[in-house]
């Protein structure tokens, strides 16, 4: 009878899944998290539960035997919205511990294609969104931003945006998955969050959206104008969170923009203090 | 803030507008405590303007003010337009307001020439050092040269900035006669040349002493205006060639000119988009993809071709070194087929070594296959379908095509700016170019290429469909191969002469012209 295996749906229990496979010589035909995935009728379920020394040891076979670009990639792959990521990961990993390194070059295989084809467009996304978050500077000088990808972002966004703003703290909140990255006191971590509570925008908050957006206007050519290229490259769906493409009246009806009303967590009340 | 700034930024970024370059890409650099910002190799791009253009920077002039009178230019002395100047200060406190919120990567600052090309210069390294030293500010910055400054002024701009650029705006010494009088070929050139000496320096010190500091690490770029004079894409391309040839310059940019200053001698009418993108096309080409300039035009054919893009219309003008097998032909040799890049190239380099490539494959690895299966075999197989007629496609492009469709004047034979004494420039290939391993032996790119491209379009089809490997020969080549691995093993060069059929006519002519930024 065939298996399927439900995980707690963390990457550390991806890779315990893979050390379950290979441990107990069943693999799985199907891998299940809490998030979607529909198991087959008159499969058996296998719950595995997270370990983080199985997970190590998982991770640090990848690492020998294939090198850290698979290590990336899987871990990219991962960050998908796809629903079969997991089964598919652990089929790319499978074919990994058989060929070793070779495995990035094998694009011809159906595993690793997939695991591809998973990554790229996380990248894609990541490399929209680096450029297209917006911050608030609130009233007590820590940054806001909100935004609500595809696929899950926080981890790639976050190292970026400590790295660049390193003395600023910021909040960047994910409002569909409700995660917020939280950084602060040179550190930075993703937490759960229901909902957020604001403290008001900085005096001149709106001033400086005013301003870039007149920066934006003023810079576009009239006698090239086209918009389906703008559309192409900047997709609607970011609009929400681009202060530059709301009406004049600007911010309003940016979400990004209104403190919410109904708020339930509070945070950033004063600029976090975070251990990790 | 001043009250009249958001009234200022208006005027000085629409008077920056026909700038076009907008990359923050070249330089690495990550963040440090106590300083704010980090520079991405790749760049960034943070925003797209409504002519969807990239916004990268906050591109801007630190004064509209000019005292020159260049005929081009929105800015002139004699333009009837509402002036502004910011001053230092207002320009760190911009960049950081924006940095902050994450608008901008960075800042791209010119300016108008109020007074001299020096003082002007140390006004714009004054805001450098505000947002430098007193902001610790780490993102990115263009700064713009101003022509006819002194060079001391370069050397201290290229230590704050990450690139530097002149802009030569005119691809000819005539036209610049004619447009700029105020800027002689000597004004643009000499900063250029001390440019490339100090970033070449740099480079060196850098190698020894880690901690030199470094002098426009992402380099230096220049742009050209296209259409406002009749010189030729040939022209423009050579010219391109020798500056990223001679002095490594990391970008040209090329802007279509739009009518902005009426004069007599300037054209009007619709800028030349299409031109534009063709040259952009063909300037990666150059850099990218081993080209020559000489291999893409000549001075009879001395203008891109409209309606296909550079590399199917060379494609097609040498018809007989097609089809290739995709499982064997060199990297060099794979990035010359229209629909596969540099990425596609790679990978299937990479792919190959474990398994034979189908279509299908190529497919997902992200070849545009309605152009590449023209032009390629999978293990000696053709695109289903697909008939290899030269006739045809040769007689589709070549019938009636508009010399001037943008409604150019004839060209008037003008020089092309001589940047170096002793010699024509550009009057041969990227000595870097990769494909001169297999491209250099076969005489392609020397001028009289186009007529060894005519007579490989009238070549038999049988010879073409064996192969480029067997079909090279028949372009009076000197019958040498310069990579082993060019000729094809017996059993395969049965398996590549496949049966040729008359191919449906113009089916090539509907690779459509696509679309992109111009950076």
């Known amino acids: ?276 | 803030m001043a009250a009249d700034l958001m009234e200022r930024l208006g005027i000085l970024t629409g008077a920056a507008k026909y700038d076009v370059a907008c990359t923050s890409s070249g330089a690495s650099r990550p963040g440090a405590k106590g300083s704010i910002g980090s520079a991405s190799a790749g760049g960034i791009c943070h925003s797209f303007a409504a002519d969807g253009r990239c916004i990268s920077l906050l591109k801007i002039l630190m004064t509209n003010h000019c005292v020159y009178d260049c005929k081009y230019c929105a800015n002139r002395r004699s333009s009837d337009i509402p002036r502004a100047s910011l001053s230092p200060d207002e320009l760190a406190e911009l960049t950081m307001g924006f940095y902050r919120r994450n608008y901008i990567e960075g800042l791209f600052l010119s300016s108008g020439i109020e007074k001299s090309p020096d003082s002007t210069m140390e006004r714009m390294i004054g805001a450098l050092e505000l947002l430098r030293r007193r902001d610790r500010f780490r993102g990115y910055i263009h700064a713009k040269a101003i022509p006819g400054c002194s060079e001391g002024l370069v050397t201290r701009l290229g230590l704050l900035a990450d690139r530097l650029s002149v802009n030569i705006e005119l691809p000819s010494e005539k036209s610049l006669k004619l447009l700029a009088p105020n800027k002689g070929r000597d004004a643009v050139i000499r900063p250029m040349r001390h440019i490339r000496e100090r970033i070449a320096q740099s480079g060196s010190e850098l190698a020894v002493f880690r901690h030199a500091p470094a002098f426009a690490p992402a380099g230096q770029s220049t742009q050209m205006i296209i259409g406002a004079t009749p010189d030729s894409d040939f022209q423009i391309l050579r010219l391109s060639e020798s500056l990223y040839r001679k002095f490594k310059l990391k970008r040209v940019f090329y802007s279509a000119y739009i009518p902005i200053g009426s004069h007599a001698m300037l054209p009007l009418g619709q800028p030349p988009l299409l031109r534009e993108h063709r040259l952009y096309q063909s300037d990666w080409l150059i850099r990218f993809y081993g080209f020559s300039a000489s291999e893409l035009l000549s001075e009879e054919n001395s203008n891109l071709n409209l309606r296909l893009d550079p590399k199917c219309n060379w494609a097609v003008n040498n018809l007989g070194l097609f089809p290739i097998e995709v499982n064997r032909a060199d990297y060099e040799l794979l990035l010359r087929v229209p629909g596969i890049g540099v990425t596609s190239a790679r990978r299937i380099v990479r792919a190959r070594r474990a398994s034979v490539l189908g279509f299908q494959d190529l497919k997902k690895m992200g070849v545009a296959m309605k152009r590449a299966v023209y032009f390629i075999t999978c293990a000696g197989q053709y695109w289903r379908g697909i008939r290899f007629d030269e006739k045809n496609i040769c007689s589709n492009l070549l019938a009636g095509l508009p010399q001037h469709p943008d409604g150019l004047p004839e060209a008037l034979g003008y020089e092309q700016l001589s940047l170096f004494p002793g010699g024509p420039p550009g009057d041969g290939r990227l000595d870097s170019a990769g494909a001169r391993g297999a491209f250099g032996a076969l005489g392609l790119g020397l001028p009289d290429s186009a007529a060894g491209a005519q007579g490989a379009l009238a070549m038999p089809g049988a010879q073409a469909a064996l192969g480029a490997q067997t079909a090279l020969p028949a372009l009076s080549a000197p019958g040498t191969f310069a990579t082993p691995g060019a000729l094809p093993a017996p059993g395969a060069q049965a398996a590549l002469a496949a049966r040729i059929e008359p191919r449906a006519s113009g089916a090539i002519l509907r690779i459509a012209a696509t679309a992109a930024p111009p950076n």
């Not at chain 1, 690492?63 to 792959?77: C, D, H, N, P, S």
């Not at chain 1, 998908?80 to 990035?104: C, E, M, W």
């Open chain 1, 1 to 276: 009878m065939e298996i399927a295996h439900i995980i707690d749906g963390s990457f550390e229990g991806l890779l315990t899944s893979v050390f379950e496979a290979y441990s107990s010589r069943r693999f799985p035909a199907g891998i299940c998290a809490d998030d979607g995935y529909q198991l087959d009728f008159g499969q058996e379920q296998v719950h595995i539960r997270t370990d983080g020394a199985k997970a190590s040891r998982v991770m640090a076979g990848i690492l020998r035997k294939m090198g850290a670009a698979v290590y990336e990639q899987a871990w990219t792959a991962f960050l998908s919205n796809d629903a079969t990521r997991h089964i598919k990961i652990l089929r790319y990993l499978a074919l990994g511990f058989q060929v070793g390194r070779a495995l990035p070059d094998m694009l011809a295989e159906p595993a690793v294609m997939d695991v591809l084809e998973l990554a790229r467009p996380v990248a894609r996304e990541c490399n929209k969104l680096l450029g297209f978050v917006r911050f608030s500077i609130m009233e007590n000088g820590a940054q806001f931003s909100e935004i609500a990808p595809e696929h899950n972002q926080l981890p790639l966004l976050m190292p970026h945006f400590a790295d660049r703003l390193p003395d600023v703290p910021f909040v960047l909140h994910d409002s569909r998955r409700k995660l917020a990255g939280l950084h602060g006191a040179g550190q930075w971590r993703i937490v759960v969050a229901d909902g957020l509570r604001l403290p008001g925008y900085s005096d001149d908050e709106l001033e400086w959206r005013k301003m870039w957006k007149r920066y934006f206007d003023a810079l576009a050519i009239e006698e090239r104008k086209n918009a389906r290229l703008q559309m192409s490259l900047m997709p609607k769906r970011y609009w929400r969170g681009l202060t530059e493409m709301q009406p004049a009246a600007v911010g309003a009806g940016c979400r990004a923009a209104l403190p919410p009303e109904s708020a339930k967590l509070a945070i950033l009340q004063d600029p976090p203090a975070i251990s990790l």
